[in-house]
């Protein structure tokens, strides 16, 4: 016998689990920038620093994914390479809409006015179709080709590179925003890579910490 043969597949729930943070964000956004009163400058300045975070986050998502996914689905799956392809141009289009969100959240924190508000709000909900399309075709259709055609320790990369990119002073808030609506079963895994130091930090002081900060963004 030479070698072992595995049949472990990438855990892509993963993804969904990533998913449910931007699909929740961008409705919180939306609602709450539109419940902002003209001239509330401190309001202003919370959300569109939160605003901020989410926009970086979801760049980062999307280029761990340009990078580490995209070109080897491409090289392996030759029927579903339109399909990849879609998903590479709804990357172009979400990243279009972030760059208009960074622009008109300028214009609106200095100038928390109505008009400014409404133009942010309008281009929020542009954002959130586009989005929600593009998650929702991913999650239905290249799923399922990850787990058939990516190895465990490639998947485990993209994950990684993703991780990467979150400074560690974010490191328990964005645990926090995986775990919000995570399952029994999705929290136990996700709970099951952290080393032990990390997983007493959060049970200690890390989930209060983010259902504080979180109570505090999400009151009007």
Known sequence: MTGTVTTERPWVQ???????????????????????????TARAGLLA???????????????????????KLLARVDLDAELVLRMEQQHQVVDAGLRELERLLAAWAGTPAEPQRDALVGALAQHRRDLLEHLDEEERHVLP???????????????????????????????????????????????????????LLWKTVGRRSYNKQMAAVRTP
């Open 145 to 199: 080709l990850i787990e058939e055609h990516l190895t465990v320790a490639e998947w485990n990369a993209l994950g990684e590179h993703a991780r990467s990119k979150t400074p560690k002073e974010k490191q328990l808030l964005m645990l926090g925003a995986l775990l919000e609506d995570a399952t029994p079963e999705e929290t136990a895994r996700f709970m099951a890579r952290l080393p032990f130091p990390v997983r």
């Open 14 to 40: 993963e993804m969904v689990v990533v998913h449910r943070i931007f699909r929740r964000e961008s409705r919180h956004l939306h609602d709450l920038i539109g419940a902002v009163r003209p001239g509330d």
């Open 49 to 71: 620093g939160l605003a901020r975070e989410y926009i970086e986050g979801l760049h980062n998502h999307h280029t761990s994914e340009d990078e580490l996914l995209w070109p």
